[in-house]
């Protein structure tokens, strides 16, 4: 709902008064509309609601972040996973490097590859893992997560729409019921 007095003071018309005025009613009609349609009987039980909204949306926002976390470490575990797999050929090769000299100059012609596995190794330790897991069986796991996010996602939006729509109908709603007495007044004093 529009303001009418701050807007005359910041110097608007008397146009978008009127416009503001039916704009307010049209606004005034909906938000009952929806307030009767919602079943509520008081602005105690729109804000009850409104409450129960809000705690809803919280929880939901917990459980999405709290799985885009477990997805985001398993997409890192699988990044390293298949680093560490590519690499396979670089650490057979050294192995089947029969002298010392000739296992330095494998290692150097394919330091980068080390270095990619290495770092695998040092990511799958601190994350306390010693049995990597199967990459189909990971990937699996990553796409049944993000599915999960997607729906989570879904309901998040619902409930944040819903939550929109009942802190608008009590702004509303509070505005209307502050308003009522200022008009009736004017009507008296008119008379």
Same mark, same amino acid.
């Given at each position: 709902?529009?303001?009418?007095?701050?807007?005359?003071?910041?110097?608007?018309?008397?146009?978008?008064?009127?416009?503001?005025?039916?704009?307010?009613?049209?606004?005034? #009609? $909906?938000?009952?509309?929806?307030? *009767?349609?919602? @079943?509520?009987?008081?602005?105690? =039980?729109?804000?009850?609601?409104?409450? #129960? $909204?809000?705690?809803?949306?919280? *929880?939901?926002? @917990?459980?999405?972040?709290?799985? =885009?976390?477990?997805?985001?470490?398993?997409?890192?575990?699988?990044?390293?996973?298949?680093?560490?797999?590519?690499?396979?050929?670089?650490?057979?090769?050294?192995?089947?490097?029969?002298?010392?000299k000739a296992k330095r100059a494998y290692r150097e012609q394919h330091e980068s590859e080390f270095i990619i596995s290495e770092s695998a190794a040092r990511y799958f330790k601190a994350q306390g893992i010693s049995k990597l897991p199967a990459s189909k069986a990971l990937q699996t796991e990553i796409e049944q997560l993000t599915k999960e996010k997607n729906a989570l996602y879904n309901e998040y939006r619902e409930k944040k729409e819903n939550v929109r729509e009942l802190q608008t109908v009590k702004s509303n709603i509070d505005q209307i019921l502050r308003r009522e007495p200022e008009r009736g007044k004017g009507r008296d004093n008119e008379r």
């Open positions: 709902m529009v303001d009418r007095e701050a807007k005359r003071a910041e110097g608007k018309g008397i146009g978008y008064d009127r416009w503001a005025a039916v704009h307010n009613l049209k606004q005034m #009609a $909906a938000t009952m509309s929806i307030y *009767e349609e919602s @079943g509520f009987s008081s602005p105690e =039980e729109l804000e009850a609601a409104l409450a #129960a $909204a809000s705690a809803g949306l919280h *929880e939901t926002t @917990g459980k999405l972040k709290a799985v =885009e976390s477990t997805l985001r470490e398993k997409k890192d575990l699988q990044k390293q996973l298949l680093a560490y797999i590519k690499t396979k050929p670089a650490r057979d090769g050294l192995r089947a490097q029969k002298s010392e």
